[in-house]
């Protein structure tokens, strides 16, 4: 049994933010394979399905931001699963925008999402850090990430949420390796090994010496 969490805010007002990638990329792994429509329980959202024979439950927290951590603890208890069991999708602003990485345990460093979750669960969980950014000043990034994402950055967001749903069975398994793979052949797919080098110019045809035997000596010593 595996929880995947993501992080955001509900509501309309808020589903494009920067800080709601953690519901995009639940969002899109329910769509993509075929989980139960999502219902309110746990003070979420929450959606059922399996990778193999590994049952799965996505949770998108409805407690706001700062009190996600009632929501994840409420699930956990229910569940019966310890913290190892748990995977946070969360924006980073650390990580520049289509970056993911991975950690497991460790500090919140000052995220409002993960914070409320150490204090109801411990830190000993897995995080999958989705970078958005920085907005350059620690006093703008309130209002960075409770913005949408622009239209500039649709296309990379697109291909990373769909990586996100490639490898994720990977994930569960707890092949981290192969699932970063899975998102970064979506961002920078590799180039056909079927396309046909262009042809080497060739080279130029030298002149033919139409010097004489005296002249050539001439020049040698010239």
């Given at each position: 049994m595996k929880l995947i969490v993501g992080l955001?805010?509900?509501?309309?007002?808020?589903?494009h933010n920067r800080h709601n990638i953690g519901f995009m990329a639940l969002d899109r792994i329910a769509t993509d394979h075929g989980f139960s429509n999502w219902r309110s329980k746990f003070q979420g959202q929450l959606a059922e399905g399996r990778f193999g024979s590994t049952k799965v439950t996505l949770l998108k927290p409805e407690t706001f931001m700062n009190l996600s951590g009632q929501s994840v603890g409420e699930a956990m208890r229910y569940l019966k699963?310890?913290?190892?069991?748990?995977?946070?999708?969360?924006?980073?602003?650390?990580?520049?925008?289509?970056k993911v990485r991975l950690k497991t345990g460790g500090g919140h460093a000052g995220h409002n999402g993960l914070r409320s979750i150490h204090?109801?669960?411990?830190?000993?969980?897995?995080?999958?850090?989705?970078?958005?950014?920085?907005?350059?000043?620690?006093?703008?990034?309130p209002g960075y990430v409770l913005r949408d994402f622009p239209k500039a950055d649709q296309n990379w967001l697109d291909d990373e949420l769909r990586g996100i749903s490639d490898g994720i069975a990977h994930l569960v398994d707890g092949d981290g390796g192969r699932f970063l793979n899975a998102i970064a052949l979506r961002i920078a797919p590799p180039r056909s090994s079927n396309s046909t080098p262009k042809p080497k110019a060739a080279a130029p045809e030298p002149e033919p010496d139409t010097r004489s035997t005296m002249q050539k000596l001439v020049d040698r010593f010239r």
């Open positions: 955001g805010n509900p509501g309309a007002k808020y589903a699963i310890a913290s190892g069991d748990v995977i946070v999708f969360h924006d980073e602003i650390d990580l520049a925008p289509g204090g109801h669960i411990g830190p000993d969980y897995d995080r999958v850090r989705l970078g958005v950014g920085h907005p350059g000043h620690k006093d703008a990034v």
